[in-house]
């Protein structure tokens, strides 16, 4: 047939010069990283399976904060990798709160799954707050870089979903920055304002030193 | 006291030439549109409803591809104006589908929430197809640009939500784009190799004309 | 001389800090790609051969779709990796037609050498067409990620070069993604609505399966 | 029919938030202009012809050049603005130049339509030249900001087409940038090297004062 | 002279479709703000003061930090919407203290003119702090959105140069964020697990309320 | 105590995840480079000295041009790879220049530390130069890949600091680009109307051949 014939040809031009076309570039963390993420692995290896991750399992919540967070970021979902998308699971028992923290790399948007939950951000102009309860079904966004805290203000569990504008969005929680490592007690007392013994007592508690 | 005095005037200083920074830039339709967005609605007029959308409405299914599609973009939501994401909750009866579409300006990432979902994307490279039945708590990510589809694979109804990395995804659903619009049939036949009988019936079933 | 020595201690100041940067990025396909393109071959071994490329050569327009793609993409060109343009080469023969397709990951820019076309896209947005015919000289843009078609509808050959915001535009044609691969025709009917004979049909040409 | 009646409620939930969505953003040069580009036309009054521009008169080479550069730059093409694209032609009589230049936003691609020319650019490291005679069909591509320059030479009137990745690659002639304004001459000496004779002669020539 | 009138009409042709090009967009603070930064003056009433600024007049550090931000950010440097830089002056007297803050919008890149700073920053991956002592013409970056500080280490007044890779770098100061507004204090203290004595006494410093 | 476990499960959580991720990406020059900058050193050896450079010594100026550029480029700075900022000192005695040159990948801003300085540059529209002589604590900014330049203007030696809004801006110097290369003086003749005689006198200082 020659219409089969023809395409065949056209097929193999365009195939030719497509050999390693950049479709999506599926991490393979054994190779470099760079600023823009994740070296490809190659097409011929790549399966649907790099592309699926699975949050169907609720996080931990038997903790202090009753919360968990349990993110489908690049290498761990390596399908991700350079498509600018991630998401996370959060999951907050009666009373649990995800502290304040912030994402360097990417705004987020949080949908509501079950229960509710109080959530907000803080703007660096002038400092105002926007915070706001929301419900099953409720969808909140939160600018790039600026400190946000979600926390369970039901009477339930509640599940929510937060999805990020960049496959590496990073979380930097304040208080692990703070109080979870060995800068110096009197730095962290110099650049924060917090009195010595309420920083002393937070190290404790996060495993922070000196 | 001397501490508040001073760190009042090193607000002050701060503050002055920041009178318009950028956290966020809520969308104000009545003002002009550019490649990067709506402009921007005053600060002082922007409050925490900005921020936040119900998609907790379940979309009407009852329809012939059974699914509904209800989306959180700008300037629907405004407060997601500039920041790089936004999302849509997909709604599937028994049976439902979500046809073939593209975004232009995004990839996507999916959530399962209730029910099973059969999901996939087709590369451009060789037009392999990536597909997977999806559970509740499942992610799947489609790449930029590329055409994919998801149909409920289950016995119950579903529920998904998905999220874009832009503000700006948009959405092209090949089929409407075929044959919901005045494109002569013949062009339509002469760029897709589908019969012209095809072509007319769903153009008929769509509201296409020519 | 006194200039000449002063000059050229300024010059070694500056170079030594410069030893690998980033005019350019010729891609060496032996090495790692990542989701901004491939690694840079060594300066030392690039010459002027890495920026240049033929298309001078007619594509073969001796099927049935009578017209020919012929791209300048990386990694054959490599001198484009990273450099955000790319080129391909359309002929088409009388009658000749370019598939809907899209590239997902830029816009083009066309412009008729020869002959004349009928080009068009479709908005996401109402599926409004956007089509004209063309004439020599004639420039159309089709913005990223929307369908859109070329064909031949003068009584000569025509030529075209189509030029793209990427080094890595990609290109999904349609017909290629729903016929030329194993996706299962009851999938492919179900989410694109057309009819199991004619995706039948079309596998056949075009070399699908299932 | 039911068929038509559910999709057709399914198309206005979708529609319904796509009111302004950025499939494009036809530049109305009536409103403002902003980094990233011109403000939208409304999609309303866009038509077919935005996204089409004619390149297809020959620049007049009757001039000490021998030469012309015809752009399709926004805003004169309204349709290309923000979509990262724009295109120029070139003509070059025989013994024909364009002078040495750069486009401080965007590389650029160049193929060649009729003739011959030799074209070249020059590397910031090293100060290497990449320079080649080109042929009809020959492709040649300029890193973003490099110093660049194409003159005829063949015996022959030649025509090429050059592509941008950006709709406002911006370019700055060298020669008029030092002798075409009101820069002193003693300035344009300091920073030049050039000798105030040979910069008093080409402020001449180019209408420079000072 | 024909050399002139030719390279005239070769400017003329080039110049017309440049009548708005995007050299450089100084914000005009009375047209609307979008997502990329302020919308541009026009041309014809730009000036070179547009594109100076001074930061010669030292930062009041008469204060309890002993510290003064001075900052060059748009739109009080109109001249800088849109190029992607920016600059702040950093003042500090004898144990003048720059307190934890963050950036969202940029990376950070600093140089001591006089005196010298104790300056660092934590990683979000396992909190890792990055902190020297850093000397007259030391250099140090900060990664975009990580927490950082820095303080006077010596015995003399410092001054520093901090430049950002964006015209709106924003700042976070955590301090303001926690007790400078009128989030709740049992909000506060749910989220950040500091003791609501400490939240009260910083919030009675710094003038936030509830 | 139950906070300390709970919060350590929560960490392990969360910290698993992130084995890799991009808080920066600090250039390991022994791995490929890409288009977005180097591949980044292991995160468990980096050190804060990788973030740290010296600008303190004077550059040295006892050339013909009286000044001299020390930048903080990568890869010898190497925490700055990816971040999207980098500075250099430039040190200018009595007379001294910074000849003509463009930066092809980033915007300037300049601040003035000793002395005075003449800076200007020009715009690619109209050939329109914004030139002002700059004092201490003057700051100045430098659109994209525009021409500029610098001179002491003063009495006395002159520092100056200059930052970009990329770690790879790089740098063109015109009279490097014209006369320090083997570019035949014939093209360099015909491609920027200077005098032959001239190009000569120029590639014999700078080196240049041809």
Chains 1, 2, 3, 4, 5, 6 share one sequence.
Do not use: W
């Not at 038997?62 to 761990?76: E, G, H, L, R």
């Not at 703007?123 to 926390?151: A, E």
Request: glycine fraction near 10%; aromatic fraction near 10%; charge should be neutral.
């Amino acid at each position: 047939m020659m219409f089969l014939q023809a395409i065949f040809l056209f097929s193999l031009l365009i195939s030719s010069s497509h050999a390693s076309d950049l479709d999506f570039c599926v991490a393979d963390p054994t190779l470099p990283v760079g600023p823009a993420g994740y070296s490809c692995k190659k097409v011929s290896s790549v399966t649907e399976k790099d592309f699926v991750y699975s949050l169907g399992t609720p996080g931990n919540t038997s903790n202090i904060i009753k919360a968990a967070v349990t993110p489908a970021f690049a290498p761990t979902f390596p399908g991700i990798n350079g498509l600018g998308v991630s998401i996370a699971r959060l999951d907050l028992a009666v009373d649990g709160v995800i502290p304040m923290h912030t994402h360097p790399g990417a705004s987020e948007i949080l949908v509501v799954i079950e229960g509710q939950l109080c959530a907000g951000f803080i703007s660096s102009l002038d400092n105002i707050v926007y915070f706001k309860t929301l419900f099953k079904g409720d969808v909140m966004v939160f600018p790039q870089g600026l400190l946000h805290f979600q926390f369970n203000s039901g009477k339930v569990q509640a599940i929510a979903y937060v999805s990020f504008g960049s496959a590496y969005p990073g979380l930097q929680i304040t208080d692990y920055a703070f109080f979870k490592n060995d800068l110096p007690t009197e730095i962290v007392a110099k650049t924060t304002f917090l009195d010595v013994a309420q920083i002393k007592k937070l190290k404790g508690v996060l495993g922070g030193k000196n």
